[in-house]
């Protein structure tokens, strides 16, 4: 999949399309944008499987529907938003996401992109802000990291370790020093929903003073999809 020059992403907006699971309204959970408000693109199918994935019913391309991409950014536009996230399911499996962050990025829109980490973010446009998972030993997946993509990351991107036990903090831990993350993106600590006592995690942090993010997942603790 490559970079498309404009006339090209033009003819891909009016016949592309993606499989979409929903969209929906709602408060950024964590990264960047956390607590903002934002316009919500989840589109379907995965190609890893995390033991603790908290969007199982986004894994499968056979989930959602097929939504021209036209009508996405028709139906972002009346939402009155001007931020827009594109998640998953993993964004980066379906050709048609290069082209609507183009799209959307033209439009002056502030737009956000979440991606697991083992496909390549090279086609992503610049402007996008990138929240890039590094899996943990827990998800099962770690092996599957593209540890090239850190060379497209900046301080308006982020890398997001999502820590279920103490192994996974070592190795969080041990990435964020021996690849400098802090010296190029921010970085991001955060408890695996159910699993990991966000209360230990952050003495974790404090105890070995980590240059580097807590966070939780906001939505869930308020209750928003
Ligand atoms: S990458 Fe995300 S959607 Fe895919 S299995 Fe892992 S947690 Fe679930």
């Not at 308006?156 to 370790?161: E, L, T």
Request: glycine share 10%.
């Amino acid at each position: 999949m490559g970079v498309k020059g404009f006339g090209e992403a033009q003819e891909g907006l009016s016949s592309g399309s993606l499989k979409v699971l929903e969209t929906l309204v709602t408060l950024q959970g964590e990264g960047p944008g956390s607590g903002r408000p934002v316009f919500l693109i989840r589109l379907a199918g995965c190609n890893l499987a995390c033991r603790w994935c908290d969007t199982p019913q986004a894994r499968s391309p056979e989930a959602g529907r097929a939504r021209s991409l036209s009508d996405l950014l028709r139906e972002f536009e009346a939402s009155g938003l001007s931020e827009v996230l594109l998640t998953g399911g993993e964004p980066l499996l379906q050709e048609g996401t290069v082209v609507l962050l183009q799209a959307l990025v033209s439009r002056g829109a502030r737009v956000y992109l979440e991606t697991n980490g083992s496909l390549p973010l090279g086609p992503v446009p610049q402007e996008v802000i990138k929240i890039m998972d590094l899996k943990t030993p827990s998800s099962g997946m770690s092996h599957q990291m593209l540890y090239e993509n850190l060379r497209h990351l900046t301080f308006r991107d982020a890398v997001k370790f999502v820590i279920a036990d103490e192994e996974d903090y070592l190795f969080a831990r041990e990435k964020t020093f021996s690849l400098r993350l802090p010296s190029f993106t921010e970085v991001y600590f955060s408890p695996a929903w159910g699993e990991m006592s966000p209360e230990r995690l952050a003495r974790l942090i404090l105890r070995d003073r980590l240059p580097v993010r807590f966070q939780v997942q906001l939505h869930k603790f308020l209750g928003l999809p």
